[in-house]
């Protein structure tokens, strides 16, 4: 039996390797890519929203703390979840029932009338934002052959530095308009979901899960559809979700799960991406939440530093596609040790108070820097796990990122008052440096091989 569902799925994966770049890739790419883009628009408006709840609810400070922490802690808590389940159960239900799940609870924060009815929904909305997040890279990426997947994974995430820019304008345009400001720019982010929704309804399970489950029919069916540029749901979907024999073993839960990538021989790999991910993320979070003070601080004037910080925010859309564009021309970890290796260089010229104009090419720099690392990260994090724990794997990677998210911000300001502006890009120079290295260490296939 195990010698036939090995045959099976290395079958599946030869016919996967030879599918060209067809139309039905490009709607999954849209698909992913729009689900970052609305994640994305959602936990960006939460900083433009703040504003007008203090004075509305009159929060205090450690209640304000608390309501913008919610979101990133419903993160971590739906990364956790949707790895285990879209291992154990399938990839499309769990990125179905995120969206609905994330899509549902920031509707019901559009209407609630009091900071801990705001906090609740944001703490569900978000385990639906992590969910989804999680398992949106993995998921799509074992539709494409390895040729085209860097290109492919990096596009779609992408598509997360449009959602902040449309945040942005939503909160600047929107949210001023008076009280119930707040409230119609939570629900312009929301409501496209549904479409998104209804469009994701076409998209069958991963061939390359359904055959390591033992439904071969299914996954030959899934192909065939994908061969001809289509994307159509096997008759057999829903025929049942029985426990294999063999599949035991692997089902026994998210402990399991987690013991398998915390042991040789995907230990070493686990270990190389968790440091990229603290590394990176670490990085971008203390950057871009201090980006006003550290320009104030560098001795620009607020006019300047605006002008400054549009450009630097902008500078997000090339990285992404940057890392997208590199990844298919270069090996992964060279591009992860030349991402890493400008935004060293860049957090060190910042660290020396330069002028103006240096120092809006040097935030340009490290913005490019960290979005292409990011590229990288969710496409090397779907390759180094196999089919059987690949998401859990990417579950567990993003919840280590949510972590450095919550307290990269945190950890900034507690260095800016004791070493001042230097100290703070010193301290990112070595968090990039260490992304580098663990890139360099992991153990890649180049573009244009077959591993899946």
């Known amino acids: 039996m195990s010698g036939r569902i090995s045959n099976s799925r290395a079958a599946v994966s030869e016919r996967i390797e030879r599918l060209s770049f067809n139309r039905a890739h490009r709607k999954l790419l849209a698909m992913g890519g729009l689900g970052y883009l609305f994640d994305t628009m959602d936990s960006t408006m939460v900083a433009f929203v703040l504003p007008v709840l203090v004075p509305l609810w009159r929060l205090r400070p450690s209640q304000t703390g608390v309501l913008a922490s919610s979101t990133y802690l419903g993160f971590l808590i739906g990364a956790l979840i949707a790895g285990s389940l879209g291992d154990r159960i399938g990839r499309r239900p769990v990125m179905s029932w995120a969206l609905v799940f994330y899509a549902s609870f920031t509707l019901l924060s559009a209407f609630t009338v009091t900071w801990q009815e705001f906090l609740i929904s ?16 993995p998921f799509m990426a074992e539709f494409v052959a390895t040729r085209f997947r860097g290109r492919f994974v990096g596009t779609m995430i992408g598509f997360c530095s449009f959602g902040a ?45 359904l055959s390591d489950r033992g439904r071969t029919d299914e996954a030959n069916e899934v192909l065939a559809s994908l061969e001809r540029g289509q994307l159509s749901r096997p008759r057999l979907e829903l025929t049942t979700l029985q426990v294999e024999p063999r599949d035991q073993e692997r089902r026994k839960g998210f402990g399991a799960g987690v013991a398998q990538i915390l042991t040789p021989p995907l230990l070493r790999g686990t270990l190389l991406l968790w440091g990229m991910w603290l590394s990176v993320t670490g990085t971008y979070y203390a950057f871009f939440t201090w980006i006003p003070t550290l320009l104030s601080e560098a001795g620009l004037t607020l006019r300047h530093g605006q002008s400054v910080a549009l450009v630097v925010y902008l500078a997000q859309i090339p990285g992404y596609f940057g890392g997208a564009w590199l990844m298919d021309r270069l090996r992964r970890q060279h591009v992860a040790v030349l991402t890493s290796l ?7 010229v910042l660290a020396s108070r330069p002028t103006l104009v240096v120092a809006a090419v040097a935030g340009v720099g490290l913005a490019f820097s960290t979005t292409a690392s990011f590229s990288v990260l969710y496409t090397v994090t779907a390759e180094t796990f196999p089919t059987s724990m690949r998401a ?10 949510r972590i ?12 800016l008052p004791a070493g001042g502006v230097p100290a703070l890009f010193i301290v990112l120079a070595g968090l990039m440096l260490v992304s580098g290295a663990c890139g360099f260490g992991l153990r890649l296939q180049p573009p244009g091989t077959g591993k899946r």
């Open 122 to 137: 944001r703490l569900f909305a978000g385990i639906g934002v992590g969910a989804e997040s999680a398992i949106i890279a």
């Open 165 to 209: 820019v449309s945040a942005a304008c939503l909160g600047t345009l929107v949210v001023p308009i008076g009280i119930p400001g707040w409230r119609y720019a939570i629900l312009m982010t929301v409501l496209p979901v549904g479409m998104l929704v209804m469009w994701r309804r076409s998209v069958p399970e991963s061939p390359l899960w």
């Open 342 to 348: 400008i935004g060293v260089i860049c957090c060190l």
């Open 392 to 401: 859990t794997g990417q579950g567990l990677a993003s919840a280590v990122s």
């Open 404 to 415: 450095a998210a919550v307290a990269a911000p945190a950890i900034a300001g507690l260095i």
